[in-house]
């Protein structure tokens, strides 16, 4: 049984659901302790709870510990069977970080696996779901993943109630991924959303993401500003947001966002996530910081030498890559320091559900 130290890095859920997914995949069993030890409510929350019960079901593991707020929990996966199933985080916890602990797994199982996930989809210090379907998704596709997710109903902190369906079909295994030279942006598109709120909110975002594109030399923008009429508005509570993501001539996909809040600017929220965006683009590399720690297991798993240049080595990346090497064996070649573009370069286990 690997041990694995939950207060490595940053200390957070992520070292959880890395750990579990690479669990998943490789069935080599981990011992997880000192759970989201750095943060203030230390333990498993409702939102982790929920994602390793589905990944238990998912992967018929045998769980010890598994409790809310338990610091300490054993995980020895089985057989990946694929199927339905239906996660209610009860909170307005995120649905795409539950989606992270399944993605892996499900790529690899027996038939395809179909999820239901009610919470929220537009979190802080989560991928919103327009990231996942627009940025991460594309890119995985690249190297054969097969995966789709729609985004039902949004749910916004504090209420949640949203509803994410998700599709993935098995795969024999991942081919490698090179993301090195983004070249020229060719277009750049996004989504500004409004829910429970006047339409002329998210126009707003829309048009300051716009304007400060554009005044950055990007011509071609098209950022679609969502909203509901009152009388056909299903969400439970008030919520905004931007995702934004360039695609460059090389396929290169680059994501940013912001999240609305009481007494944040309409237009304060669009600059925010355009000026993000318009940063990591400079940079010249064609990963974004956000896309580059999600993409270190799949890069792990793929068959051959993978890869790629990002715009920011993050502590969530570094963090993911040292949990891959101790739980898979094999090592990443990494230059740059950590928040500085760096570069990223392993060779793939080539893992097979076989």
Request: charged share 25%; with cysteine.
């Amino acid at each position: 049984m690997i041990e694995v130290d939950g207060s490595i890095g940053e200390g957070g859920g992520a070292i959880l659901r890395t750990a579990l997914a690479l669990s998943a995949v490789s069935w080599k069993p981990v011992h997880i302790y000192n759970i989201r030890a750095k943060r203030t409510k230390p333990g498993l929350q409702p939102q982790h709870l929920r994602g390793v019960e589905a990944l238990t079901k998912l992967t018929n593991a045998r769980v010890e510990g598994l409790g809310l707020h338990s610091k300490e929990l054993k995980f020895e996966p089985s057989v990946t069977e694929g199927g339905r199933y239906r996660v209610d985080i009860g909170t307005a916890g995120s649905t795409t970080l539950i989606l992270q602990i399944l993605m892996p797994a499900a790529a690899f199982a027996r038939k395809p696996v179909e999820v239901e996930i009610t919470g929220g989809t537009d979190n802080p210090f989560a991928p919103p779901i327009d990231f996942l379907k627009n940025v991460t998704l594309p890119t995985l596709r690249r190297m054969g993943y097969r995966g789709e997710v729609e985004c039902v109903q949004r749910g916004h902190y504090p209420r949640g109630g949203g509803i994410v369906h998700a599709r993935i079909e098995p795969l024999e295994r991942l081919r490698a991924l090179g993301l090195t030279e983004p070249g020229r942006v060719v277009h750049i598109a996004g989504v500004a959303h409004c829910v429970r709120l006047p339409a002329k909110i998210a126009t707003r975002m829309a048009h300051a993401a716009s304007m400060a594109l554009i005044k950055a030399g990007h011509a071609k923008v098209d950022i679609r500003a969502e909203s509901y009429p009152p009388t056909k508005d299903p969400h439970l509570g008030p919520g905004t947001g931007i995702t934004l993501w360039a695609e460059t001539e090389s396929g290169a996909i680059l994501g940013a966002s912001s999240l609305g809040k009481r007494g944040k600017l309409a237009e304060q929220v669009g600059r925010e996530a355009a000026e993000s965006l318009i940063k990591q683009l400079q940079t010249g590399r064609a990963v974004d910081r956000h896309l580059t720690d999600q993409l270190v297991p799949y890069l792990a798993l793929a068959e051959g030498e993978s890869e790629i240049t990002s715009a920011e080595l993050t502590s969530h990346a570094l963090t993911n890559i040292a949990l891959v090497e101790q739980i898979l064996g094999l090592r990443f070649e990494v230059e740059g320091e950590l928040k500085q573009p760096g570069r990223i370069r392993v060779e793939g286990l080539g893992h097979t559900k076989s």
